[in-house]
């Protein structure tokens, strides 16, 4: 069966040119044409290019496994051109060795007579590779001497083991990218927190002492001429100066806290404790586990832990109501928890799940990265309990 070239079937209607038309417009009936039948030879030349064209792989093998037939599906799955495979045994062409012995064994139970369908044999390609194929296969018969060969037709298949694996290699690949993601963005707040500390800060500083001298020169300066105004207009700037080192200090301990750095994660968490009982009047306290007070905890963990419970006092102070917040620091085994717990509205089962909580959201990505987790339950009227559990150890060794 080696390649055929398809040929489009063709017809055209020739009209007739109309002569001798009756002066006297006779009605004359139109006979249907004939039908004509297909020869047994164009039959088995459609035939043939149907399966030519199939993309799956159609093989006709001889009772002793000899390839007689070789479409294209089969050159694109194996690698072997037709005129490369025709004449040759495909069991030694295209099986590995520990795939032989059961192939012929079908192949003998298709030669009996047996149906054949999805069995799962390897093939070996060209290049070296083995493609899994799911077969069916059945004998072809001739008129006169009987089982003429066997029509093998093969579909290429992902067992579902590889799919497993593929599916668990892609995720291990996809998680090591976001991890990497979320350090070179706290790399990257770190960096930003210090150009503004420090290139800001002491530019805005240098520039309040400037401003001092200046209104300390001008008050002495024997010049009294609109000297109040000018002194008026000094304090003013040095007073805009100290709004915009505020701002500058604000914005950098929100992106990257030099406590965080500096102390570790329980003075970090004190301080947002304190900043937050301070900007909304809500009592805000936080326990600590001694074991926990003198350890230095991995610098993603601290980093994820602390993004965690700002994210969930801002969700406090936006939504909750509460009068009182209670944060506990803790230590379960392997896992440092984090229990944030207010009194407040409570949220609803359908608020915690809906599409658009992208902060729920970002807190469970936060803590799944780390290979923790992160949950959210609250009742009405009693207030609502945020967990972040992260494990150390994980976190150590990765």
Same mark, same amino acid.
């Given at each position: 069966?080696?390649?055929?070239?398809?040929?489009? #079937?063709?017809?055209?209607?020739?009209?007739?040119?109309?002569?001798?038309?009756?002066?006297?417009?006779?009605?004359?009936?139109?006979?249907?044409?004939?039908?004509?039948?297909?020869?047994?030879?164009?039959?088995?030349?459609?035939?043939?290019?149907?399966?030519?064209?199939?993309?799956?792989?159609?093989?006709? &093998?001889?009772?002793?496994c000899?390839? *007689?037939? $070789?479409?294209?599906?089969?050159?694109?799955?194996?690698? $072997?051109?037709?005129?490369?495979?025709?004449?040759?045994?495909?069991?030694?062409?295209?099986?590995?060795?520990?795939?032989?012995?059961?192939?012929?064994?079908?192949?003998? +139970?298709a030669?009996?007579?047996?149906?054949?369908n999805?069995?799962?044999?390897?093939?070996?390609?060209?290049?070296?590779? +083995?493609?899994?194929?799911? $077969?069916?296969?059945?004998? %072809? @018969? /001739?008129?006169?001497?009987?089982?003429?060969?066997?029509?093998?037709?093969?579909t290429?298949?992902?067992?579902?083991?590889?799919?497993?694996?593929? @599916?668990?290699?892609?995720?291990?690949?996809?998680?090591?990218? #976001?991890?990497?993601a979320?350090?070179?963005?706290?790399?990257?707040?770190?960096?930003?927190?210090?150009?503004?500390?420090?290139?800001?800060?002491?530019?805005?500083?240098?520039?309040?002492?400037? &401003?001092?001298? *200046?209104?300390?020169?001008?008050?002495?300066?024997?010049?009294?001429?609109?000297?109040?105004?000018?002194?008026?207009?000094?304090?003013?700037?040095?007073?805009?100066?100290?709004?915009?080192?505020?701002?500058?200090?604000?914005?950098?301990?929100? *992106?990257r806290?030099?406590?965080?750095?500096?102390?570790? *994660? %329980?003075?970090?968490?004190?301080?947002?404790?304190? !900043?937050?009982?301070?900007?909304?009047?809500?009592? =805000?306290?936080?326990?600590?586990?001694?074991?926990?007070?003198?350890i230095?905890?991995?610098?993603?963990?601290?980093?994820?832990?602390?993004?965690? #419970?700002?994210?969930? @006092?801002?969700?406090?102070?936006?939504?909750?109501?509460?009068?009182?917040?209670?944060?506990?620091?803790?230590?379960?085994?392997? !896992?440092?928890?984090?229990?944030?717990?207010?009194? /407040?509205? /409570?949220?609803?089962?359908?608020?915690?799940?809906?599409? +658009?909580?992208?902060?729920?959201?970002?807190?469970?990505?936060r803590a799944?990265?780390? /290979?923790?987790?992160?949950?959210?339950?609250?009742?009405?009227?009693?207030?609502?309990? #945020?967990?972040?559990?992260?494990?150390?150890?994980? =976190?150590?060794?990765?």
């Amino acid at each position: 069966m080696k390649h055929l070239r398809t040929h489009r #079937a063709q017809t055209s209607l020739s009209h007739a040119p109309s002569r001798g038309v009756s002066r006297h417009n006779r009605t004359k009936t139109i006979q249907p044409p004939k039908l004509t039948t297909h020869s047994k030879e164009s039959i088995e030349h459609y035939y043939r290019v149907l399966l030519e064209t199939s993309s799956t792989a159609i093989l006709l &093998l001889s009772p002793a496994c000899i390839i *007689l037939g $070789w479409n294209k599906g089969a050159e694109t799955t194996s690698g $072997w051109k037709a005129d490369e495979a025709l004449g040759r045994n495909y069991v030694d062409l295209c099986l590995p060795t520990k795939a032989q012995d059961s192939f012929l064994s079908i192949l003998a +139970q298709a030669i009996e007579g047996k149906e054949v369908n999805g069995f799962k044999s390897p093939l070996r390609t060209r290049l070296g590779s +083995q493609l899994m194929l799911s $077969w069916n296969i059945t004998r %072809v @018969l /001739g008129t006169r001497v009987g089982v003429m060969g066997l029509m093998a037709i093969g579909t290429a298949f992902v067992p579902d083991a590889q799919v497993e694996e593929d @599916l668990h290699l892609a995720h291990t690949r996809l998680h090591s990218a #976001a991890r990497r993601a979320q350090r070179a963005v706290e790399e990257e707040r770190r960096r930003i927190a210090r150009e503004l500390h420090d290139e800001f800060g002491q530019a805005l500083t240098g520039l309040k002492f400037d &401003l001092a001298r *200046l209104g300390t020169a001008l008050n002495q300066s024997r010049a009294r001429t609109c000297g109040e105004d000018l002194l008026s207009t000094i304090q003013s700037m040095s007073e805009s100066v100290d709004t915009l080192l505020s701002s500058i200090r604000a914005i950098a301990s929100a *992106l990257r806290p030099a406590m965080l750095d500096d102390l570790g *994660l %329980v003075p970090a968490l004190e301080c947002l404790a304190t !900043m937050f009982e301070h900007r909304t009047g809500v009592r =805000c306290s936080l326990d600590v586990v001694p074991e926990l007070s003198s350890i230095a905890l991995p610098s993603e963990v601290s980093a994820a832990l602390f993004r965690i #419970a700002q994210e969930v @006092l801002t969700n406090v102070m936006r939504h909750a109501a509460a009068s009182q917040v209670r944060m506990r620091l803790y230590q379960d085994g392997a !896992m440092v928890k984090l229990e944030v717990t207010d009194n /407040g509205k /409570g949220i609803t089962h359908a608020k915690a799940t809906t599409p +658009q909580a992208f902060g729920l959201r970002g807190m469970q990505e936060r803590a799944s990265l780390l /290979g923790g987790y992160f949950h959210i339950v609250g009742a009405s009227s009693i207030g609502t309990t #945020a967990v972040v559990s992260i494990p150390v150890a994980e =976190c150590v060794t990765s």
